[in-house]
C-alpha cells in the first residue's frame, strides 16, 4: 500500500465501498434462518405461532361471512356440489394457515435459487473489487505537498458521498429482512382470509407483496452484478490531465456509477411490484 496519503484515503474509499457490497452479497444470500445467529428468527416463530390461534378464529368468520354472501338462500346449501365446494375452500384456507410457514420458505427457496441462478450465469462468486488505477498513483505520488491540499479536499468529499452511499445500500438490504420477518410473523392472519370468497383478495394480495419483498433480493444482486462489471473494467483515464483533475473525474465517474447502483436498489422493490402488477 502506498505510503502517500491522498492515496491512502482513495484506497480506504474503495476499501470501504467494496466491503460493502461484499456484506450486500452476504446478506442477500444469507436465508433469514440464520441472520444474525438465528435469534430474530426464533422470535418470529414464537409470534408466528401464537398468531395461528387467531388466524383459525378469523378463519371461522370469514369463512361464514363467505357463506352469507354466496349463498343467497338455504335451499342452495342442499345442493351437494355448493357445499362441496364451500367445504374445500375451508379445508385449503385451514391448511395454508397450519402450512403458511413452509409456504413461505418454500417460495423463499425458490427465489434464493433465482439468485444463486443469476450469480451462476453471471460467474461471479462474489462481487469483483474496485480498483484503483495505477496511473492515478503514480499522478498523485508525483504531485508536491501543496499540490496534495485540493487533492485532499477531493477525497474528503468523494469519502463522504460513499459513506452515504454505502449506509444507503445496507440500509435498503437490511430493510428487505425486516419485512421478510413481519411477513412471516404476521401471515397467519390475512392467510385466514381465503376461507371466504369476499376476503380472499386480502390473501393473494399479502402472497404477492411477500413474493415481490423475496424477488428485491434477486433485482438488487443483479444490480451488483452489472455495477461489478462496469467497475472491473478500466476507468477512461487521461495521463496528460493534472492529478487533480484525474481523481476529480475518476471520483465523478465512479460516484455516478454507484449513485445508479444505489437508485436501482431503493426501486427495487417498486420495480418488482410493477412486474407483479400490484
Known amino acids: 500500500m502506498s505510503d502517500n496519503w491522498v492515496v491512502q484515503n482513495l484506497q480506504d474509499i474503495l476499501n470501504r ?17 440464520n441472520f444474525q445467529g438465528g435469534a430474530i428468527w426464533r422470535i418470529v416463530l414464537n409470534i408466528h405461532g401464537a398468531l395461528q390461534a387467531i388466524g383459525y378464529s378469523l378463519l371461522v368468520l370469514f369463512f361464514l361471512v363467505g357463506v352469507v354472501k354466496t349463498c343467497g338462500t338455504f335451499v342452495e346449501m342442499k345442493r351437494p356440489e355448493q357445499v362441496f365446494r364451500i367445504f374445500i375452500r375451508f379445508a385449503i384456507a385451514k391448511g395454508v394457515i397450519t402450512y403458511g410457514m413452509e409456504l413461505m420458505l418454500a417460495l423463499l427457496s425458490i427465489v434464493q435459487g433465482v439468485i444463486s441462478t443469476i450469480m451462476n450465469s453471471a460467474g461471479f462468486g462474489t462481487p469483483q473489487d474496485t480498483v484503483l488505477p495505477q496511473e492515478i498513483i503514480d499522478a498523485v505520488e508525483d504531485c508536491g505537498f501543496v499540490e496534495s491540499i485540493p487533492l485532499w479536499a477531493i477525497t474528503m468529499i468523494g469519502g463522504l458521498l460513499v459513506t452515504v452511499l454505502c449506509f444507503i445500500m445496507i440500509f435498503s438490504v437490511y430493510g428487505r429482512f425486516f419485512r421478510l420477518y413481519m411477513y412471516t410473523a404476521i401471515a397467519p392472519i390475512p392467510l385466514s382470509s381465503f376461507a371466504g370468497s369476499p376476503t380472499q383478495s386480502v390473501g393473494i394480495s ?15 444482486v443483479l444490480a451488483c452484478v452489472i455495477f461489478s462489471v462496469f467497475a472491473s473494467s478500466p476507468p477512461t483515464v487521461n495521463p496528460d490531465a493534472a492529478a487533480a483533475t484525474m481523481v476529480w473525474n475518476y471520483i465523478a465517474e465512479l460516484a455516478f456509477n454507484m449513485l445508479i447502483l444505489v437508485g436501482t436498489v431503493k426501486m427495487a422493490d417498486r420495480v418488482v411490484k410493477e412486474m407483479m402488477g400490484l
Not at 207 to 215: E, N, T, W
Open 17 to 33: 465501498w467494496n466491503s460493502t457490497l461484499s456484506d450486500i452479497w452476504t446478506l442477500i444470500t444469507m436465508s433469514p434462518e
Open 206 to 220: 399479502f402472497l404477492k407483496s411477500y413474493a415481490a419483498v423475496c424477488l428485491e433480493g434477486a433485482i438488487i
